[in-house]
């Protein structure tokens, strides 16, 4: 009689652990899409902040237009590409950091803007959101281990292929401009 | 993750019972030697113990934040700092950005607290602003932000808020138990059995021993748990911000300056990132300190090379302190998501030009004006006069140029 109690036990052990298990997976999975959205958040955020950018430049008289038009044009591109398509996007948006880092370069030529107050708040802004970007991203390639550990290693990995969750989400590399991932030549 | 919070949250339980073991311990013993009614002392002592656990869980933050003179400020009045603070809330995925706030003190210190993830604040010293560059506030930041993460903030606040109450009862309760010794001998109605001076003097005797000695039993169990929780913080810390030469030279920048907190004391002193009462010539296994010693955590987060993760911070921990325990099980530190990154081959602090350091002590001193309610006036060769609220109304003088200003 009493063995009926201790198979009884065991499946409620057993039990426990899938609800736990399943939960931890659903939790960690959760985890991934809401890091995924923060990064839109940051993106946004830069967005917004250029045009404020673009003004207070545009004010110092013989700044170079080139690389100002550069950075309005490569804003308007990310604007136009659809929704969803993820590979264009995450490239358009590259394309306007790059445009903002060669602004920032080319400011340094420009003593009185450097100094100016207004111009110093946006460049800390600048610098915070562009930060806030590279975490955001770092957050989400965090959650998207823990979710591949969860689904891949024993024991979850059971639980998960019982529920099917996808195996593994893919990670964001670090660029996906393949000439910043050369070093910099560097001639004297 | 999940086991090292699930293992630090049975650690609190049980921490917490111990010292309500204690509380009742010193009420009975009190009890007895004031009033002779053990039960009636144990009544208040409980009573005390929810009453303040309570009062600790709701209200914890608040008080210690008064203490220690904290003042809070919104982003517009230091982006720097807000900025950075919301980066690491990004980097470890809190819900909200915890408040800030500033600690109007030229010591070196910052600390956070809270009840839970949601409720969560971080404080800074005005003097530790002014002298670390933005990757060692960064490193500072997401320790403190390792604390909230890892939920030791609840524990110790409510730790040292108990701690606190022990003391106290040991304080007074003994005090009134050599008054009331001194008159109690008429109080004794006779229809108690009196058994005579002997028994009720041993009592006394216990009880005036374990207000002594209850303190300090209480003291050492919150130390052993404190030092391993900062260990854990430095670990976070390197993780989120994939530089543990930052922290590292933060604490460099810590370890040289001995100033004292202003307003730190014996219960609030763990919550700082470095023991506000450290004295240099301490030995390093002083194991009456908060805080492990500076020396070894900046040793330990710069033997962490080529990678940022628990396992690694375990393993670094292991080699500097020759020991074969880390500061966390194995699986615990292999269950978080690390991270590669390529060391730094620079081992020490970054120099960094010498208009840094003079642009950010002026943004800290021009928030602590605005913070203690200076108006600001700008005048027309370029000098920011900062009025005290004292002159307001009245006329002052630029001393560069001369002109008038209505303040």
Known sequence: MWILWVVLAIVVIFLLWLWGSYNGLVQARLQVKNSWSQIDVQLKRRFDLIPNLVETVKGYKNFERDTLEAVTKARTAVQQVPEGNIADRAKAEGELGAALGRLMVVVERYPELKANQNFLALQEELTGTENRISFSRQAYNDSVQGYNVKTQTFPSNIVANMFNFKKEEPFLQATENEAERKAPKVSF | ?407
């Open chain 2, 1 to 407: 993750m999940w086991e090292q919070i699930r293992s630090n949250r049975t650690r609190s339980i049980i921490l917490v019972a111990l010292m309500g073991a204690f509380l009742v311990g010193i009420g009975w013993l009190l009890g007895v030697g004031i009033a002779d009614s053990g039960t009636g002392g144990v009544v208040v002592a409980i009573l005390l113990f929810i009453i303040l656990s309570l009062l600790a869980y709701f209200q914890g933050d608040s008080i210690l934040l008064s203490v220690a003179g904290a003042r809070k400020i919104k982003r517009e009045d230091h982006p720097r700092l807000y900025n950075v603070v919301e980066e690491m809330k990004i980097a470890a995925s809190l819900p909200t950005i915890p408040d800030i706030y500033i600690i109007d003190d030229p010591s070196l210190n910052a600390f956070a607290t809270g009840r839970d993830i949601n409720h969560a604040s971080v404080a800074i010293t005005s003097g530790l602003l002014e002298k670390l560059n933005r990757d060692e506030l960064q490193g500072v930041i997401a320790h403190e932000i390792g604390h909230i993460k890892n939920r030791d903030v609840l524990l110790m606040a409510m730790c040292s808020v108990l701690l606190g109450t022990i003391v106290i009862l040991s304080f007074y309760g003994s005090r009134l138990m050599i008054f009331g010794g001194m008159s109690g001998g008429s109080r004794r109605s006779g229809s108690r059995d009196n058994r005579g001076g002997g028994g009720a003097a041993i009592i006394v005797v216990i009880a005036l021993l374990l207000a002594i000695l209850a303190p300090i039993f209480a003291q050492l169990i919150y130390l052993a748990v404190s030092r391993r929780r900062e260990y854990l913080a430095d670990a976070s810390s390197a993780l989120y911000t994939r530089n543990p030469e930052g922290l590292a030279s933060a604490l460099e920048k810590l370890a040289a300056s001995t100033a004292p907190v202003k307003n730190a004391n014996q219960a609030t002193a763990p919550m700082y990132i470095v023991n506000p009462f450290r004295n240099r010539n301490a030995s390093p296994t002083d194991w009456t300190s908060t805080h492990p010693p500076i020396q070894e955590r900046i040793r330990i987060l710069r033997a962490m090379a080529g990678n940022v993760s628990y396992t690694t911070y375990n393993e670094a921990y292991k080699t500097v302190k020759h020991s074969s325990g880390g500061v966390m099980s194995s699986q615990a530190a292999a269950s978080v998501p690390g991270a590669a990154f390529v060391a730094g081959t620079q081992q020490g602090p970054v120099e960094e030009p010498a208009t840094a350091k003079v642009d950010r002590a002026r943004e800290v001193s021009n928030l602590m004006y605005k913070l203690d309610d200076y108006s600001i006036i700008d005048c027309e060769c370029g000098t920011r006069l900062k009025v005290p609220p004292a002159l307001r109304g009245q006329t002052v003088r630029c001393p560069h140029c001369g002109r008038r200003h209505q303040a």
